[in-house]
């Protein structure tokens, strides 16, 4: 009973999660775009002219664009949510390891949200949308696999159905 509330309980706080990533439907601009005016000093909470050098100044402008996408912010909430479950499976099986833990964001967060990022900058460059869709449903498809395998090690089983569709 404790193990099904559980599960009902994680389920629930994903669902939250990745709904309430997802805040603003409207576009994104890419970085290949005109700058906009540097009359602001702050924009969303960061500084908009930090005085790098003009290279550094794309990449900034890049990784600004990179957080401004809802697909990255649904990325970054599915990956921070299975750390989550991994930490509290790990803390169950009692093999928990703090190190490792650093191991989630550089192994998922960091190429899932690199590769959707280029994706998305190059379907955008060439007009094929579709390609960053599709990649955003395979890394989604492959991050709902990993937390029915973390929930799977401590006996919380997907229904049948589902276990098929997933694996």
Not at 77 to 85: A, D, K, P, R, Y
Not at 112 to 141: H, P, Q
Request: aromatic share 10%.
């Amino acid at each position: 009973m404790v193990k099904k509330t559980l599960a009902i309980s994680l389920l629930a706080l994903s669902i939250v999660i990745i709904t309430g990533c997802v805040e603003d439907p409207t576009p994104t601009v890419s970085p290949i775009a005109p700058p906009a005016a540097e009359s602001a000093v702050v924009e969303d909470g960061l500084p908009v002219n930090l005085d790098l050098p003009p290279f550094l100044d794309d990449v900034v402008e890049f990784f600004r664009w990179l957080a401004s996408i809802p697909e990255v912010k649904v990325i970054g909430g599915h990956v921070l949510f299975n750390t989550m479950v991994a930490v509290a499976v790990a803390l169950y099986t009692g093999d928990f390891q703090f190190k490792r833990l650093w191991e989630f964001f550089y192994r998922k967060l960091a190429p899932y949200v690199l590769v959707y990022g280029a994706a998305r900058l190059f379907g955008d460059a060439t007009g094929t949308s579709g390609l960053a869709a599709t990649l955003f449903a395979m890394i989604e498809a492959m991050l709902v696999a990993d937390l029915a395998d973390n929930l799977g090690k401590i006996g919380i089983k997907w229904p049948e159905s589902v276990a098929r569709a997933i694996k």
